[in-house]
C-alpha cells in the first residue's frame, strides 16, 4: 500500500464517514471474535465489580479543612467530585458531601463531558477550575466553580474549548496559555503564549506577556505560593520536549530568563531556593553537577548546591515540598525510597525518615502550609496503601487498605537480568507461581514501555492477580533503555537515533525468558500503549516467530509522518525528526508500518485505539492493520468512541477494555 493509495483517507477529520465506516467493520470483527466468547461478559462484570468495590482507597487532595476526592459508581459513571472531613475519612465514614455531579452537568448541557482535573485556588479553596473534557479528550474547556454553592460562578472564569494550560495567579486573575486558535499554537498543537487574564475582563483586555516561536513545542505558567505570603511567578517556555528556558515574572510583568542549563526542569520553589533536576552535566565555574541530580538553586544569591547525586542504579522519580521540607522519591534499583530535607543556616540536611521502603512510593497529596504527606505504597503481591506522615519525626499512619485481591502467597516476584546484544545488563520483574515447573509452558505476558525516562514500576497487580497469575499465568516487567529507571544516561541510551536499543533489551528480556525455561515462543504475549506500542510494534515485526500474541495499545506505528499527527512535532526529541535526511533512515529502519513485508507470517495482534485520541493520532493504528489486512494476515482491531489517550470514559469503559484483552489473551496463549 502506497501513501497515496491509502484508501481510508487517513488523515481526514478525525471522525470522517469512511474512516467511521471501516472502524466499524473492524470493531464487529473483534467482537465476534472476543466480546462473543462465553468468558468475557463475566469477566466483563467481575472486573467491574472490583473497581466499585467500596473498599477500594479512595484517593483526595485536602484544601483547607476538606479532603476531596472524585469517584465513580453505578449511579454515577462520569464521576462525583465529593468532600469529607480529616476526622470522617479516618472513623471509615461513607457520607461524602457531592459537590460536583458530572453526569448531571453532562445531561443538563447536553455535552459529553468528563472531568479531566480541578484547580483550587490555594487561599480560598473552595473556589476552583474545571476542566471538563468531551470522551477524554486532551483539548477541554476551563470553568471557575464555587464549591461551598456546589455551582458555576456566575460571571466567572470561562475559557473555551483547546488544549490549554489555565493556572491560578491570585483571587482576580489567571496565567492563561491559550490554544483555541492556530494563531495561538506551536507546530505540536500547544500553546506558545503567556496572557494574564483579570476578573471581569474579556480576551481583548486580557495582557500577553510572552511569546515564544511556532517551532517550539509549549509554554505554561504559574505561580509558587510560599507559607509567609510570598511568591514566585514563573514561566516555562520549552524549545522542545526536553529543552526548557524558565523566566521570571517580575512585580512590573516584565520577564527575565534564569540562567539554568537547557536540559532541566524545575520542580519546586521553597524557602527561596528553586529545586531542579538536571537531564545533563551542568558546569559552573569550578563545581560540576553531574546528569541526573536534583539541585537547589537560590534566586537571591545565583547559588547552586548538589541535595541529590544518584548513583548508578539510582533516579530521582519525583518531588514535593511541604511547609518546611524537600520530599524526595528516591528509586534505588527500581524500588522507592523516601527522603526528606530541611533547612537550616547553610543549607539543607537530610532528615531521617521512618517511611516503608523496597517496594512503590507514590506522592498522593501535600496539603497547604503544613507538614503533612499523604502517600501511598504497593509492589506487585502487597495490596496498596494509603499513608499519612508527619514531618519529620512521625510515625506512618495507615488510613485505608486496599483489599487483597488474590492469594499472594501462592506467587513470588522477583528481579532478574536479561544481557542485551551490547553486553548491558537488562534488569525485569517477574511475578510467577511458586511452584512453576520451567518446563517453557507458562503463558507469559510480558509488559514493556522503554520511552520519556518513564520507570516502569512494581504496582499491585489487582486484576491480573485474579485475572492472570491465578489461571497459571506469569507477568513480566522490563526496565529497558529509554525508560527512567536509572537516570537520564539510561533514557538518552534509547532517544533518538538510538531508539532500537530499547527494541533490542525489550527482544533479550524475551528470550532471556525462554532460556531460563520459563516460557517458549507459543506461550510468550507482548503488551505496551502509547511508547509502548510503537515498542511492541517495533519487535513484533523485528521477530515475529517469537510470540504468539502482541497487545499493542493507542500506538506510534508510521514514524515516518508521526510530525505531522496531531502533537507528534513535539517528541521529535524523543524520536528523532524524518524530515532530517541524517535521521530519517533510522527511523525507517524500525517504523513498524514501514517495516511489514509480504511473505512474512506475523502473529495476530490485537491493536486499540480510540476516535477521541487527539494526542497519539488513531490513524496510526488504522493504517497498521490495514496494511496487515492487506497482506493477507488480519489482526484484531478495536477503536472506541471515547477515552481519548488516557482512557478516561469511565469504569464500564475500562472493565470492559480489560475483558477484551484478557479474553485476546487467553484465546492465544492459553486455549
Excluded at 511567578?233 to 530568563?257: C, G, N
Excluded at 537571591?300 to 511547609?323: F, I, K, N, Q, T
Excluded at 528509586?331 to 543556616?345: H, I
Excluded at 510515625?395 to 483489599?403: D, F, K, T, V
Aim: with cysteine; net charge negative.
Amino acid at each position: 500500500m502506497t501513501e497515496h493509495a491509502d484508501p481510508y483517507l487517513w488523515l481526514e477529520p478525525i471522525d470522517g464517514a469512511k474512516a467511521v465506516d471501516w472502524v466499524e467493520a473492524q470493531n464487529a470483527q473483534t467482537r465476534s471474535v472476543l466480546d462473543a466468547d462465553p468468558r468475557f461478559e463475566p469477566l466483563a462484570e467481575e472486573i467491574l465489580q472490583s473497581l466499585r468495590d467500596t473498599r477500594q482507597i479512595p484517593y483526595f487532595n485536602q484544601h483547607g479543612d476538606w479532603l476531596y476526592n472524585f469517584h465513580q459508581s453505578a449511579e454515577h459513571p462520569r464521576g462525583v467530585y465529593r468532600r469529607a472531613t480529616l476526622a470522617a475519612y479516618r472513623a471509615g465514614a461513607s457520607d461524602w458531601q457531592v459537590v460536583l455531579d458530572i453526569d448531571r452537568l453532562a445531561e443538563s448541557e447536553g455535552q459529553d463531558w468528563y472531568l479531566e482535573g480541578v484547580s483550587h485556588y490555594t487561599l480560598a479553596p473552595s473556589r476552583c477550575l474545571l476542566t471538563l473534557c468531551q470522551g477524554g479528550s486532551d483539548a477541554a474547556v476551563t470553568r471557575e466553580y464555587d464549591l461551598e454553592a456546589a455551582d458555576f460562578v456566575e460571571g466567572g472564569f470561562s475559557l473555551p474549548f483547546g488544549k490549554n494550560h489555565v493556572a491560578w495567579r491570585d483571587p482576580d486573575s489567571l496565567f492563561v496559555c491559550p490554544a483555541w486558535d492556530e494563531a495561538q499554537c506551536t507546530r505540536a498543537g500547544y500553546p506558545r503564549e503567556v496572557w494574564i487574564l483579570s476578573r471581569g475582563a474579556d480576551w481583548s483586555q486580557a495582557r500577553r506577556l510572552f511569546a515564544a516561536s511556532q517551532d517550539a513545542m509549549m509554554v505554561t505558567a504559574w505561580r509558587f505560593l510560599a507559607c509567609d505570603g510570598g511568591y514566585l511567578d514563573m514561566i516555562e517556555s520549552s524549545d522542545s520536549f526536553y529543552r526548557k528556558t524558565y523566566h521570571v515574572v517580575d512585580a512590573d510583568l516584565t520577564t527575565r530568563a534564569l540562567p539554568l542549563p537547557a536540559e532541566a526542569e524545575v520542580l519546586a520553589w521553597l524557602h527561596g531556593d528553586l529545586v531542579v533536576k538536571l537531564a545533563q552535566d551542568w558546569q559552573r565555574d569550578e563545581q560540576l553537577l553531574p546528569a541526573g541530580a536534583l539541585v537547589t538553586y537560590t534566586l537571591a544569591s545565583d547559588r547552586v548546591a548538589v541535595l541529590v547525586a544518584p548513583g548508578e542504579r539510582a533516579s530521582v522519580d519525583s518531588v514535593e515540598c511541604s511547609r518546611g521540607f524537600i520530599l524526595v522519591n528516591l528509586l534505588e534499583n527500581v524500588r522507592s525510597r523516601l527522603l526528606a530535607f530541611g533547612r537550616e543556616e547553610g543549607g539543607w540536611r537530610e532528615w531521617p525518615l521512618q517511611a516503608q521502603a523496597d517496594g512503590v512510593i507514590e506522592f498522593v497529596d501535600q496539603p497547604w502550609e503544613s507538614d503533612s504527606l499523604y502517600y501511598s505504597y504497593s509492589d506487585f503481591l502487597t495490596p496498596t496503601g494509603l499513608y499519612r506522615l508527619e514531618l519529620p519525626h512521625g510515625e506512618p499512619e495507615c488510613l485505608r487498605s486496599q483489599p487483597a485481591a488474590f492469594d499472594a502467597d501462592r506467587f513470588v516476584a522477583e528481579q532478574w537480568a536479561a544481557c542485551a546484544p551490547d553486553g548491558t545488563a537488562i534488569p525485569y520483574f517477574i511475578v510467577r507461581p511458586r511452584d512453576l515447573p520451567f518446563d517453557g509452558r507458562a503463558p507469559t505476558l510480558l509488559y514493556g514501555y522503554g520511552g520519556f525516562e518513564v520507570a516502569m514500576l512494581p504496582y499491585y497487580m489487582d486484576n491480573f492477580g485474579p485475572h492472570w497469575l491465578e489461571k497459571g499465568g506469569v507477568f513480566v516487567v522490563a526496565n529497558i533503555r529509554g525508560g527512567g529507571e536509572f537516570g537520564p544516561a539510561w533514557h538518552q541510551a534509547a532517544q533518538g537515533v538510538r531508539r532500537a536499543v530499547s527494541f533490542e533489551d525489550f527482544i533479550a528480556v524475551a528470550e532471556d525468558l525462554i532460556a531460563r525455561g520459563v516460557t517458549d515462543s507459543r506461550h510468550l504475549a507482548i503488551e505496551g500503549g502509547s511508547n509502548g506500542g510503537l515498542l511492541v510494534g517495533a519487535a513484533m515485526v523485528r521477530r515475529p516467530e517469537l510470540f504468539q500474541a502482541v497487545v499493542c495499545e493507542v500506538p506510534l506505528l508510521d514514524m515516518l509522518r508521526y510530525t505531522r499527527l496531531l502533537a507528534g512535532a513535539s517528541w521529535i526529541d524523543e524520536y528523532g525528526d524524518p524530515d532530517d535526511a541524517d535521521q530519517r533512515p533510522h527511523l525507517q529502519a524500525y517504523s513498524p508500518y514501514h517495516q511489514l513485508r509480504p511473505g512474512v507470517t506475523y502473529p495476530q495482534a490485537l491493536f486499540t485505539t480510540s476516535r477521541r485520541d487527539d494526542r497519539v493520532h488513531p490513524a496510526h493504528a488504522r493504517k497498521m492493520v490495514a496494511r496487515l489486512n492487506e497482506l493477507g494476515q488480519p489482526p484484531l482491531f478495536y477503536e472506541t468512541d471515547s477515552g481519548g489517550h488516557s482512557g478516561n470514559a469511565g469504569q464500564v469503559q475500562t472493565a470492559t477494555d480489560l475483558a477484551r484483552v484478557l479474553v485476546y489473551l487467553y484465546q492465544r496463549l492459553f486455549d
